[in-house]
């Protein structure tokens, strides 16, 4: 059983930035492809961004291609979100996704084996 905890989310102004860190524990973290998901008030759950196992494969959705960077440190079981250029729309829970499949089984929002309990980013002036 693979525990979650995200952190560093918050309140940020139109063009800021923030880093979202997911710390994991209980499992072998090198082994799962770990990825990123939001979900914004009265709508579904969407991808943000996948990492591999490696790192050798990260993926984004096209919204967030250019601004978001998915990075992974093994050593520390951590999986990171660095967010520039903010925009309202990226308001939204972020939820931390630990996965057992590729990460293109991932992106496709699928095949994920454990969640984070989530974190508010807040886009507003």
């Known amino acids: 059983q693979v525990q979650l905890v995200e952190s560093g989310g918050g309140l940020v102004s139109p063009g800021g930035s923030l880093r979202l860190s997911c710390a994991a524990s209980?499992?072998?973290?090198?082994?799962?492809?770990m990825g990123w998901f939001r979900q914004a008030p009265g709508k579904e759950r969407q991808f943000v961004a996948v990492i591999s196992w490696m790192s050798g494969v990260r993926d984004y959705a096209d919204s967030v291609k250019g601004r978001f960077t998915i990075s992974r440190d093994n050593a520390k079981s951590t999986v990171y979100l660095q967010m520039n250029s903010l925009k309202p729309e990226d308001t939204a829970v972020y939820y931390c996704?630990?996965?057992?499949?590729?990460?293109?089984?991932?992106?496709?929002?699928?095949?994920?084996?454990?969640w984070g309990q989530g974190t508010q980013v807040t886009v507003s002036s």
């Open positions: 996704a630990a996965s057992r499949k590729p990460s293109s089984t991932v992106a496709a929002s699928g095949g994920v084996d454990y």
């Open positions: 209980g499992g072998t973290f090198s082994r799962y492809t």
